[in-house]
């Protein structure tokens, strides 16, 4: 590989590795092309990438990014998964690497923290980030919607009243009348 494919090569590798919420290093061991080509699909559809990379060129490419204390994980034969929905990547990464033996998840990063084997574990353990975004709301609207029902209370016994027909609000009037 010349020089300006290498260069080429890390500046593409450090441009994913920016935007990229997690970082999940892996060591794939003998993995065959076509297995390969359906962990990439499988990582596109949790919105995540998966690349095999020169353990040097991404350790040049992780500088100045958050996932710069990871450097020591790429040794033997590595590839890196990255993507912005944590929780995703994670488990589409564990879920292959249960099915295919040849996958080996190594460890990884998240928000400037290195995560070991165990951490992807739990990341993955979580709900997806739509169902923890959908239970915050509804904690949060839940007082609201309490307030509103306590306010709309007296002003619901008002419409009654209204609504009333006019023989119910007779009887009503001298009932009231007769308690003076």
């Given at each position: 590989?010349?020089r300006?494919?290498?260069?080429?090569?890390?500046?593409?590798?450090?441009e994913?590795?920016?935007?990229a919420e997690?970082?999940?290093?892996?060591?794939?061991?003998?993995l065959?092309?076509?297995?390969s080509?359906?962990?990439?699909?499988k990582?596109?559809?949790?919105g995540?990438?998966?690349q095999?990379?020169?353990n040097r060129?991404?350790?040049?490419a992780i500088r100045g990014?958050s996932?710069?204390?990871?450097?020591g994980?790429f040794?033997g034969p590595?590839a890196?998964a990255?993507g912005?929905?944590?929780?995703?990547?994670?488990?589409?990464a564990?879920d292959?690497a249960?099915?295919?033996d040849k996958?080996?998840?190594?460890?990884?990063?998240l928000?400037?923290?290195?995560?070991?084997?165990?951490g992807?574990?739990?990341?993955?353990?979580l709900p997806?980030i739509?169902?923890?975004?959908?239970?915050i709301?509804?904690?949060l609207?839940a007082p609201?919607s309490?307030?509103?029902?306590?306010?709309?209370?007296?002003?619901?016994?008002?419409?009654?009243v209204?609504n009333?027909p006019?023989?119910?609000l007779?009887?009503?009037f001298?009932?009231?009348?007769?308690k003076?």
């Amino acid at each position: 590989m010349k020089r300006s494919q290498k260069e080429d090569k890390v500046a593409g590798m450090q441009e994913s590795f920016q935007d990229a919420e997690l970082m999940i290093i892996t060591h794939n061991n003998g993995l065959t092309v076509e297995q390969s080509l359906d962990l990439r699909r499988k990582m596109r559809a949790a919105g995540a990438r998966y690349q095999v990379t020169k353990n040097r060129l991404a350790r040049i490419a992780i500088r100045g990014t958050s996932f710069e204390n990871l450097d020591g994980m790429f040794t033997g034969p590595t590839a890196v998964a990255t993507g912005n929905d944590p929780v995703a990547t994670a488990k589409a990464a564990l879920d292959y690497a249960k099915k295919n033996d040849k996958l080996t998840v190594v460890g990884g990063g998240l928000g400037g923290k290195t995560l070991d084997k165990a951490g992807i574990e739990a990341l993955a353990k979580l709900p997806p980030i739509e169902d923890l975004r959908a239970k915050i709301l509804g904690v949060l609207q839940a007082p609201a919607s309490r307030m509103v029902g306590v306010m709309e209370a007296p002003a619901g016994k008002l419409a009654r009243v209204i609504n009333a027909p006019p023989v119910k609000l007779v009887g009503v009037f001298k009932a009231y009348s007769q308690k003076q």
